[in-house]
């Protein structure tokens, strides 16, 4: 059963739904720093077993890792740290030449082992979630991004099932490109990844399979044209 306030799995949540989460909060917060304000949202799978296997491990002080918000594969969501306070959720990394994502980021964990697909009650709140936490602070949906996106190499979530192009119709998330470029090589590439973020260090392998894991997980071996078209601009 579903917590009061939170759409019944069968009604779609819109924009105007007040999602009402289930409030478990973490100690594992603090201040955001400099004055930061939000400016991104992370996505993130648990690789656990369960929601409450996650939810145990992100409001326990031994671990020190939160996240703002989990949602369970049925659609019920909690929320751990306030809007407002750096969740420990992002750790090392950067986006468009910008690091401590802790601070500039609202972290939302999703209960999926990472192996399979994410179900429809989970997914129809996590997009009524992005439209109101996008609201809240004027967040664009190009600074919606996977965990992957600004650690690559060090994270693969929110992983190869999630849906991308779904939250892209929705324009939830950046639209990609569909043109692809006349110029077919690594240094190109790695231009265009700079440019739509991906600015953390990485080799040209891992940024290939870090780019591959937000457009294109079914990608294999070397760089190819449908690997530059989603960066295109």
């Not at 671990?63 to 809007?83: C, F, K, N, P």
């Not at 997980?217 to 989603?230: E, H, I, M, N, V």
Request: include cysteine; proline fraction near 9%.
């Amino acid at each position: 059963m579903l917590a009061a306030g939170i759409p019944a799995r069968s009604a779609v949540p819109s924009a105007t739904d007040t999602l009402s989460p289930i409030w478990h909060p973490s100690p594992n917060f603090g201040a955001r720093r400099d004055g930061l304000t939000p400016s991104l949202i992370v996505l993130h799978y648990t690789a656990m077993t369960s929601a409450q296997a996650a939810l145990e491990r992100l409001c326990d002080p031994a671990y020190e890792v939160s996240a703002h918000y989990l949602i369970g594969r049925d659609g019920t969501l909690w929320q751990m740290v306030r809007e407002e306070d750096r969740a420990w959720h992002a750790g090392a990394g950067e986006w468009h030449g910008q690091s401590d994502i802790n601070s500039r980021s609202i972290g939302i964990e999703l209960d999926n082992t990472g192996f399979h697909p994410f179900p429809e009650p989970q997914l129809m709140i996590l997009e009524a979630l992005l439209r109101q936490i996008s609201e809240r602070w004027s967040i664009a949906p190009e600074n919606v991004i996977g965990h992957s996106d600004m650690a690559p190499g060090r994270k693969s979530d929110p992983g190869p099932r999630f849906p991308w192009q779904r939250l892209e119709h929705l324009r939830l998330a950046g639209q990609r490109n569909h043109s692809v470029p006349p110029d077919v090589q690594m240094d190109a590439f790695r231009s265009l990844a700079q440019s739509a973020g991906y600015t953390a260090e990485a080799d040209d392998d891992t940024l290939l399979t870090a780019v591959r894991l937000r457009y294109r997980p079914w990608g294999k071996g070397s760089l190819q044209p449908a690997d530059l078209a989603p960066l295109a601009k």
